[in-house]
């Protein structure tokens, strides 16, 4: 059959808004196209945000435990090998999380997200026992303090007595016997990480030693008489 060129004209497309008679959906191919772009583009987006909400709580966790080293640092009323314990947990708690950073970086999917935020809330609460250490390593460091104080005093009054005679010098010298006892035990519990066991012993150190002062001044009053 014949057709008139003026008739093929009109089916031939003329500008870029003509439909395309070849493949008359293609408009809904492309919005649809685009559609998925721009949600793919949405979902990267929002992805991007909780990466970067993830890494800031890492950071603040790190910041946090070098807070707490450097006031751990300065302390006077902490012993040396005491930081020293202190540091070497606070270095492997941030290792621990530069890590979780690095496995955030690399994540591709919410899970993993979620995956690695639940391990760094178990990283947060070894944090709140690192604090909690720091509270007992200054309690344990203040009694050891105390415990020298007391052996000073001990040294003292025995260095008093050095020249009494016998019958003077017992009454004391019991007291004496029975506070270096409480102290050996009080530092033994120390070791131990019993504080409140170990404080108990150094009040019953204390108040034997009291009890030498005030017999050694008896004897002296009775020397006197």
């Known amino acids: 059959m014949f057709i008139s060129h003026s008739f093929a004209l009109a089916l031939t497309p003329t ?3 003509s439909v395309d008679v070849l493949d008359p959906h293609r408009d809904a191919k492309e919005r649809k196209a685009l559609a998925q772009k721009k949600k793919e583009e949405v979902r990267k ?9 993830a890494v800031r709580i890492i950071n ?7 807070r707490i080293r450097d006031r751990v640092n300065n302390m006077p009323n902490i012993s040396d090998d005491a930081k020293g314990q202190l540091n070497l947990k606070i270095d492997a708690r941030i290792a621990v999380l530069e890590e979780k950073k690095s496995l955030i970086d690399t994540a591709t999917t919410k899970a993993e997200i ?21 509270v007992v390593s200054i309690h344990k460091t203040h009694l050891e303090n ?3 104080r007391l052996v000073g005093v001990i040294v003292k009054i025995e260095k008093k007595i050095e020249g009494w005679d016998e019958s003077r010098k017992t009454a004391v010298e019991g007291n004496i016997s029975k506070a270096k ?16 066991q170990a404080k108990a ?15 050694g001044k008896d004897t002296d009053g009775d020397a006197n008489e």
Do not use: C, P, Q, Y
Not at 45 to 53: E, L, Q, S, W
Not at 181 to 196: F, H, M, P, Q
């Open 15 to 17: 500008d870029e808004n």
């Open 45 to 53: 987006a929002n992805f991007d945000k909780v990466k970067k909400r």
């Open 60 to 66: 603040s966790v790190i910041n946090k435990l070098n």
């Open 114 to 134: 979620k995956k690695i935020i639940k391990e760094v809330k178990t990283e947060i609460a070894r944090t709140r026992d690192i604090v909690k250490e720091v």
């Open 146 to 148: 105390i415990v020298e």
């Open 181 to 196: 006892s409480s102290l050996r035990e009080a530092r033994e519990l120390l070791k131990g990480g019993k504080l409140k």
């Open 201 to 215: 012993k150094i009040k019953e150190a204390h108040d034997f030693l009291v009890d030498a002062i005030s017999s």
